[in-house]
């Protein structure tokens, strides 16, 4: 680990203009690339006191061991360099998209004598015209089958062409009448060029004046009563629209933008685009990439936008990019884009209408791209298994952690404190076998307090587990009640993680040593998410951004979070819609819903006689007067306010009862295991 002080460029040597600049480590390979509007002002951000840098920041810069600038004119010269150096020399702590080569292109080769339409990837050539990207080639074949009928444009490759040329006899194509056949001169180059243009017209868009044509050329064949060209016209008006419709209107005015969408956590982010050309999603691609910098959503757009466009020139850069957040500045980047494309580029946020509209579906998409990414990755073997053998040597453990508990504290402004605890078996959820608690020890608001409190109640219970059942017929602990169902805190886990740092693991594993409990490891997850606390440690395990063990770590606290403020919310919302009603002993949901609902609120209930009480089905002498004194004794409450608009809300009774407090809850009832945060 390099001291970047040692490399540390001299007061006066960096130059205050824009530029870009790499950092190399001890072996001179490139680490990092940035650009700069002043290379002195941004380079002396690396060079500040270590403790004040980002966690990803301060990883790079203590793995360089050198840097070096180049100064340029101006911005949009940098930006231009930043992208030409990060594709040569491919740096560790640059944003990287993977999988941006893989997306085909419907191709037409206007460059030839006998324009072909194909599938292409990779590198666009000079006098190609492209379309797409597609998801897949199959996509494009389909498309292309349905308008060969129409245009029957060449599509063989150059052997099969100089083939049939040779033996003066088509392809099938030829004799089905989905190639023109100019391999044995059934049309002229000319003719068939024309015929590859109007192809190229239709898959641009303009498909309306065509359309019109052949009805009007239908109409015309039908009142001369050439009944079989129409109905071949007919056929083919039929074939092109079917193909229209692979291709739906999204936007009515015939637009040419790009949409990019970015779906983002701490660890990794999902780009989607959608290429929309004459008003009609005519393509869409997406990637994926490890947040191995420290950037904002605008600086993930601006790198976004230097892969999409780093390579293209004229009508491949449209006239709008829709994105969901502005890179800062910036005129650079729009000035880089107006001049790839040789005219006006506009780069905007969407703001209304349909094309809002449009941009919340790509970030739909973008969503359930890195919602996939992440399911496909956690649900590998070989990678779970990775991950929990990076797991036991950075921690230092005997064994991988086959169980892993994690457990987060949940309130708001110190009321309805709450924790969670969450358990995955072999890298996988195990949701029956979460636990919900109440701080109940102490009131108002202390995290390392309350981890301390849960961590005791927890591992007490799996002691007096142990001590009920005698520890140990054979040897082993039984872990299932008579019925078969596994007993609530039988199982002990292999490591223990808290949410938070130094302060919450040393609560952690000051609760287990007061209880005598030494065989179980304890780490804690920063925010950050990077640095992971032992206790008695005075520095934080950093794990590599590339580990599995750290993605997995962010899986377990994450989960523990969501079961945490679920909880939470749902036992705020109770509080809210407590009643006094609820202190009435044997008063039931189904009374107190008639209550209400006879009387039209607590309020007027509480201003009701004993003998009105009674005139409710089911409320006798006895239990009106209950009622009665329940309410008189009970202050009234403060009046509950709609957070939205502001109103004072007349009390009402929901007939809710709250839970009972101090005892965990298991995580098995359907509604609370598949609670999602809103």
Sequence with gaps: MADPSSYRPKPGEIPDSPGVYRFRDEHRRVIYVGKAKSLRQRLANYFQDLAGLHPRTRTMVTTAASVEWTVVSTEVEALQLEYTWIKEFDPRFNVKYRDDKSYPYLAVTMNEEFPRVQVMRGQKRKGVRYFGPYSHAWAIRDTVDLLLRVFPVRTCSAGVFKNAARTGRPCLLGYIGKCSAPCVGRISPEDHTELAEEFCDFMAGRTGAYLRRLERQMMEAAEDMEYERAGRLRDDIEALKKAMEKNAVVLTDATDADLIAVAEDELE???????????????????????????????????????????ETGDSVPKEVLVPALPNPIEPVQDWLTGRRGSNVSLRIPQRGDKKALMETVERNALQALALHKTKRASDLTTRSRALEEIAEALDLDSAPLRIE???????????????????????????????????????????????????????????????????????????????????????????????????????????????????????LAKRLEEVWLPEEDDPVVLPRSSEGLY????????????????????????????????????????????????????????ATIDQIQEVPGIGRKTAETIAVALAQAAPAAPAVNTATGEIMEEEESGTIPDSPGEPVSAG??????GQET
């Design 406 to 524: 994690c457990y987060d504290i949940s309130h708001l402004q110190g009321e309805d404190v709450v924790a969670s605890m969450v358990v995955f078996e072999d890298g996988l959820q195990r949701k029956s076998e979460y636990r919900r608690f109440q701080i109940k020890g102490f009131e108002g608001q202390d995290d390392v307090r309350s981890m301390h409190e849960v961590i005791t109640r927890r591992f007490r219970r799996y002691l007096a587990e142990k001590e009920k059942t005698g520890e140990w017929a054979d040897g082993e602990i039984a872990l299932t009640e008579d019925d078969g169902r596994p007993k609530r805190f039988a199982y002990p886990p292999q490591l223990v993680v808290v949410d938070g740092g130094q302060p919450q693991v040393a609560a952690a594993r000051r609760a287990l040593d007061d209880l005598g409990i030494d065989d179980i490891a304890v780490c804690g």
């Design 669 to 674: 009832a359907p509604d609370e295991r598949r």
């Design 552 to 607: 997995l770590l962010q899986r377990v606290r994450d989960e523990a979070h969501r079961f945490a403020i679920t909880y939470q919310r749902t036992k705020r919302a109770k509080r809210i819609r407590s009643s006094p009603l609820d202190e009435v002993p044997g008063l039931g949901d189904t009374r107190k819903q008639a209550l209400v609902k006879h009387f039209g609120s607590v309020k007027k209930l509480r201003s």
């Design 269 to 311: 982010a999902a780009v989607q685009i959608f290429h929309v050309r004459g008003g009609r999603v005519r393509g869409q691609r997406g990637w994926v990439t490890d947040k191995v910098e420290d950037v904002t959503t605008g600086a993930l757009v601006e790198h976004a936008l230097q892969q999409l466009y780093g390579e």
